[in-house]
């Protein structure tokens, strides 16, 4: 064993991604004294401004959103103990199939070689043992998210033997988790259109999600390989998600609540794809056969 600190590396598309993917097992690293080195891919310029103003809606400033998104992204980061925050700085796509997907200067159209040299440097320079991002899916589809998985890989496999890290993992749910999640958010808008429909004195006609309306997601537990429990710190992972007010999509986590929040979402896990320790699977510790 070297006498060097553990290092975790985690390759996020967007500022949030890394308090909603890894908040926890970021938090607990740190406490554990592990160095953590987070990549951050776009700027989020394709994101909400802070009045609920959308991306394309007239008032939509890019650039003042990048700035409000930036000063999240540091809160978050505080929270959560990150060591050392790299801004690799292209431009957010949006969701797949809109117009900003080809914008100049966006994360997706950047040349997969261009990208994927700069994070090599870093990993040489940082020497991760540990890295984490996404499946080729990019966990639901985020042209983002998938071309963080791509340069993540592409990094790795420039680098010498000796300098690639020992593990690298994709994010995963696995299906409880998710159906649990998907329950209480159903939950959430019933009781939302109930209130509604008072207010209103009569029925509304959009009764959100029926049964077969949303398909299966997330992994089989049995496909999950890593499950970190994170239940001392999701204080820390509720309150850097809180850090990034001006998304919405984060509004449903903290409306459930501290203990609830901790009951659902008090294990992170994930799906150990390489390996150089040998350590036996499941495994509940992301550093296990290296301490």
């Known amino acids: 064993?070297?006498?060097?600190?553990?290092?975790?590396?985690?390759?996020?598309?967007?500022?949030?991604?890394?308090?909603?993917?890894?908040?926890?097992?970021?938090?607990?690293?740190?406490?554990?004294?592990?160095?953590?080195?987070l990549v951050t891919?776009?700027?989020?310029?394709?994101?909400?401004?802070?009045?609920?103003?959308?991306?394309?809606?007239?008032?939509h400033d890019p650039e003042a959103v990048v700035a409000v998104r930036r000063a999240e992204l540091a809160k978050s980061c505080g929270i959560l103990a990150v060591s050392q925050l790299e801004l690799l700085g292209y431009g957010d796509s949006g969701m797949m199939g809109w117009d900003?997907?080809?914008?100049?200067?966006?994360?997706?159209?950047?040349?997969?070689?261009?990208?994927?040299?700069?994070?090599?440097?870093?990993?040489?320079?940082?020497?991760?043992d540990v890295v984490v991002t996404y499946d080729e899916n990019g966990f639901y589809g985020h042209p983002d998210h998938i071309q963080a998985h791509r340069?993540?890989?592409?990094?790795?496999?420039?680098?010498?033997?000796?300098?690639?890290?020992?593990?690298?993992?994709?994010?995963?749910?696995?299906?409880?988790?998710?159906?649990?999640l998907i329950s209480r958010m159903t939950e959430a808008q019933q009781q939302e259109q109930q209130e509604q429909e008072s207010e209103q004195g009569g029925r509304s006609e959009d009764g959100g999600p029926r049964d077969g309306d949303i398909p299966p997601l997330g992994l089989p537990d049995e496909a999950i390989s890593t499950w970190v429990d994170i239940r001392e710190h999701t204080d820390q992972k509720?309150?850097?998600?809180?850090?990034?007010?001006?998304?919405?999509?984060n509004a449903f986590f903290t409306a459930l609540g501290r203990a609830e929040f901790a009951r659902l979402l008090g294990v992170?896990?994930?799906?150990?794809?390489?390996?150089?320790?040998?350590?036996?699977?499941?495994?509940?510790?992301?550093?296990?056969?290296l301490r």
Request: proline share 8%.
């Open 1 to 37: 064993m070297s006498d060097r600190p553990l290092t975790l590396m985690a390759v996020h598309a967007h500022p949030d991604d890394e308090a909603s993917g890894t908040g926890g097992l970021l938090a607990r690293s740190a406490a554990e004294g592990v160095r953590t080195v």
């Open 41 to 59: 891919c776009t700027d989020g310029r394709c994101g909400d401004a802070p009045d609920g103003t959308k991306p394309g809606q007239p008032g």
């Open 100 to 128: 900003t997907n080809e914008a100049e200067g966006s994360f997706w159209t950047t040349p997969l070689d261009e990208a994927a040299d700069r994070l090599a440097a870093l990993m040489r320079r940082e020497r991760p």
């Open 151 to 180: 340069i993540t890989v592409a990094a790795i496999d420039r680098l010498a033997d000796d300098e690639r890290p020992a593990k690298l993992y994709w994010t995963a749910m696995p299906r409880t988790t998710m159906d649990a």
């Open 238 to 249: 509720f309150d850097a998600l809180s850090a990034h007010a001006s998304q919405p999509d």
């Open 268 to 289: 992170e896990t994930f799906v150990r794809v390489r390996d150089t320790t040998g350590a036996p699977l499941p495994e509940k510790d992301i550093f296990a056969g």
